[in-house]
């Protein structure tokens, strides 16, 4: 095998040996004499002092034998030169806030909440109701983490172990102070509780000194998501320039950032809701957090199908870096929310209230009102389903003398029908295009003026009704307090009967109401097609319904079913039933000599 050599390496035999050897003493002699000169010349080492030699000692002590080791709960590890004292916990601690309304559970790795319990409400099993959706805070982040735009640093806010102004059990009104500080980063949240379901909040993040824009966020949705329709009634929900609105998780983009003036701004569901107030609205910044999570079509089954669910969440921050909000945490009730603003021009909590979360829509002038009504019942019959029935039979009563107009317009309109159908026989052979379609249409109007008819004295009534029913269909689907009231059988008005009692009387009173009405207007045969398939409808659509809503419309059915028993021995209703009997005769006439 060839032999490897360095080019620049001197050659055996060419008598460069001895240089070489010279030249490794002589750098020898130098190398000694610079170490003897600098240990000669170079200065004495001062002793140790006192304060060093303590905490030396104190270092080789175990910590959790030593209360003033660093590490120790409570306080701050040694700082590295030139930067701030560490501020870190020894081991992960609980503070419990509570008041009447609440429990809420801190605890002090992140300075996050694992619980928060509101005492006066009840999940489906009868436990006290935890608002955080503890399978969905599992993967995607606990109520009052922190968000930033910096993975590891949102990572390390949200792990790190927080020295706490308060250990155990608290009493409301109060305040907790959570402090950590690491290399160049510090940080302290401040949480101030008071009698109501609202929680102060204050975040400052700074790194070297300089702010870093840090948001407070409720990230993964609500603790009475059960099943998928509650995860389905799921929105953001929010005020801007006293224009409030919501949109489901379809139009949700997660991780999107807005800066827009909030009032506030909140994930919600049917009953409750996590809304921000921002302290600052000008400088509100906000992120949209948009999740999914498997989730059993039905929560009694949790282990039967499943499907992936939106879970809305969202961060609140302020464009100057220093987070100021206020986050309202609690039941969607009308009085409660009526007691909370948001900050007004003035910077005080004089803006508007927060009422609009409560989805009444576009109708909420009308629901508004609606709800208070029912509510005023309430208060003297002492039960929400006794109430629904009163306040429907209320409406209903109130309605018939537009039902009874609906009925005069088409009696007036059955006693014309013979000259109505001399005026088309007598245009029969007019085209749509032709002028004199206009003097039809003419004599069609004198006839109705003559006779007092309104063309669309039939049309009037629905559309007074019709608000009035959407409305009153928004309160019942709303409103908190049918959650888990009781009437009769019936043991949650918020959810379907059980044993579909109401859609099956919903069914037969529509069938023999459509069966007795006298409608002379109508062909006999669709008149009969229509008595079957919209009861059908409506009544297999209410089949799984809340159970307040089906009660409301079978009152309203049996209501009626009574009333037209009474209008049919009436003076019009005879006139009706007899005209509708000489039309079916025609009808069937007409049949036969087809046939022939």
Aim: with cysteine; hydrophobic share 45%; net charge positive.
């Amino acid at each position: 095998m060839a032999e490897l050599r360095n080019p620049n390496a001197p050659q055996q035999g060419s008598g460069g040996g001895g240089g070489d050897m010279r030249s490794m003493l002589a750098f020898t002699v130098l190398a000694l004499i610079a170490l003897i000169a600098f240990q000669y010349l170079k200065p004495p080492t001062p002793s140790t002092p006192p304060s060093q030699q303590q905490s030396s000692q104190s270092a080789q002590v175990p910590a959790a034998m030593n209360p003033a080791a660093p590490g120790a709960a409570g306080q701050s590890s040694p700082a590295a030169p030139g930067a701030a004292p560490a501020i870190v916990a020894a081991a992960e601690t609980q503070t419990i806030v509570e008041n009447e309304l609440y429990r809420v559970t801190f605890t002090n790795r992140g300075a996050q909440v694992k619980s928060w319990i509101l005492k006066k409400y009840k999940d489906s099993h009868g436990r006290p109701l935890d608002l955080i959706n503890q399978r969905a805070a599992a993967d995607f982040g606990y109520p009052l983490s922190l968000y930033t735009y910096e993975p590891a640093l949102t990572t390390e806010l949200n792990q790190a172990l927080y020295q706490s102004s308060a250990t155990g059990i608290v009493t409301a009104p109060a305040g907790i102070i959570f402090k950590y500080a690491k290399g160049p980063l510090t940080v302290t949240k401040t949480f101030t509780f008071n009698e109501s379901y609202v929680v102060d909040t204050e975040v400052n993040v700074t790194r070297a000194g300089s702010p870093v824009r840090t948001l407070v966020q409720w990230p993964s949705g609500l603790g009475d998501q059960e099943e998928v329709a509650q995860y389905a009634a799921g929105k953001f929900a929010w005020s801007i320039d006293g224009k409030h609105d919501s949109v489901g998780p379809n139009k949700v983009n997660g991780g999107a950032t807005l800066e827009q003036p909030y009032q506030y701004a909140g994930a919600i569901d049917l009953y409750f809701a996590a809304a921000f107030l921002p302290a600052v609205p000008s400088r509100a910044t906000l992120v949209t957090l948009h999740n999914t999570i498997d989730v059993p079509k039905d929560a009694a089954n949790p282990t039967g199908e499943k499907f992936k669910s939106a879970v809305l969440g969202l961060a609140v921050g302020d464009t100057s870096g220093d987070t100021h909000t206020r986050l309202f945490a609690g039941p969607l009730q009308f009085d409660v929310l009526a007691s909370i603003h948001a900050t007004g021009p003035d910077g005080k909590t004089t803006g508007e209230d927060l009422k609009p979360l409560i989805q009444f829509g576009w109708l909420k002038v009308i629901a508004e009102p609606l709800f208070l009504l029912l509510r005023f019942v309430y208060h003297y019959v002492g039960n929400w389903g006794w109430a629904i029935v009163l306040v429907t039979l209320f409406f209903n009563f109130l309605m018939l003398p537009t039902r009874l107009m609906m009925m005069k317009s088409s009696l007036k309109m059955q006693r014309v029908q013979p000259k109505l159908e001399a005026i088309k026989r007598k245009y029969a052979n007019v085209k749509a295009t032709d002028p004199r379609r206009n003097d039809m249409n003419a004599e069609t109007m004198k006839l109705y003026k003559d006779e007092g008819i309104n063309m669309y004295g039939g049309c009037l009534p629905l559309l007074v009704q019709m608000p009035l029913f959407f409305a009153y269909y928004r309160v019942l689907a709303n409103v908190i307090e049918l959650r888990q009231a009781t009437w009769g059988w019936l043991p949650n008005l918020a959810i379907a009967d059980p044993w579909h009692i109401l859609p099956v009387i919903i069914i037969a009173s529509m069938f023999l109401v459509q069966f007795i009405t006298p409608s002379p207007g109508m062909d006999p045969a669709q008149r009969r097609m229509m008595a079957f398939m919209m009861p059908a409808i409506f009544g297999f659509s209410m089949w799984n319904f809340a159970s307040g809503l089906a009660l409301y419309w079978a009152t309203g059915n049996l209501l009626n079913l009574g009333l037209q028993l009474g209008i049919n021995q009436s003076k019009m209703g005879l006139e009706l039933k007899a005209l509708a009997a000489k039309r079916a005769a025609k009808s069937a006439n007409k049949t036969i000599q087809g046939r022939r």
